[in-house]
């Protein structure tokens, strides 16, 4: 069981540090969840970035300046400096994006930097090395397993589903029907730029509404679920 003596866990993990952020977690914290943000620090300086989401979506990130107490109660990791490809970058380099990248957040954010996603959610087994040798807790995918198991390949953390997955609400339901005698965790990551329309938002407020509140579920970041 978890530290709370809850055996079920719901964590939530975004990625990019974007504008949209800013009413996701209005939303997270009305319905008392929590969630980790995975940061590029890179892409947090006085350098607006902006790029398209399916060719109809401005995105853009966030400056530091407005992310200062935006993530409170919520969790900070890295996903690192330049939002690199962990597949494409050299092996020296990445380690490099990696170590700055906790060391810079660290000093934007004091607070420790214990996990991270793997930018395109793409890994080899040489980054999985560096992600042990830094002693990260874990190092988020984005390989759906559709199932509550708690993670058994630690450090690589691979989540339940997409918060907008077509069986996001079946799983919702299994999860509250869920009687488990070991940890489980119903993981959900995503960006918050993938809410394109109004309804994109009203159906993930639906399902912020079913899963909270629940006695015997612990809404937790992604490093308490090891803590
Ligand atoms: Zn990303």
């Not at 607006?48 to 935006?70: A, C, G, Q």
């Not at 919520?74 to 996903?79: F, G, L, M, V, Y």
């Amino acid at each position: 069981m978890f530290k709370n003596g809850l055996k079920k866990a719901i964590t939530f993990s975004f990625d990019d540090g974007v504008a949209d952020d800013i009413r996701l977690v209005a939303l997270l914290n009305k319905y008392g969840l929590k969630a980790t943000f995975n940061l590029n620090s890179g892409m947090l300086s006085n350098r607006r970035v902006h790029w398209m989401f399916k060719d109809v979506r401005p995105v853009r990130s966030l400056y530091y300046t407005e992310t200062i107490n935006l993530y409170d109660g919520h969790e900070i990791a890295s996903h690192t400096v330049n939002h690199v490809d962990p597949c494409v970058a050299t092996p020296i380099a990445f380690y490099n994006e990696l170590l700055l990248d906790k060391v810079y957040l660290e000093a934007l954010y004091k607070t420790e930097i214990r996990g991270m996603a793997f930018p395109y959610g793409r890994y080899t087994d040489e980054t999985v090395e560096m992600i042990k040798k830094l002693n990260y807790l874990y190092a988020r995918t984005t390989k759906s397993t559709y199932s509550f198991d708690f993670p058994s390949e630690l450090p690589l953390l691979h989540p339940t589903c997409r918060f907008n997955d077509a069986k996001l609400f079946q799983l919702a339901e299994q999860f509250i029907e869920l009687e488990p005698t070991e940890k489980s965790v119903f993981y959900i990551w995503g960006h918050s730029f993938e809410f394109l329309t109004e309804n994109d938002w009203q159906e993930f407020e639906k399902f912020c509404k079913i899963i909270s509140g629940r006695e015997d579920i612990f809404y937790c970041t992604n490093s308490q679920l090891f803590l």
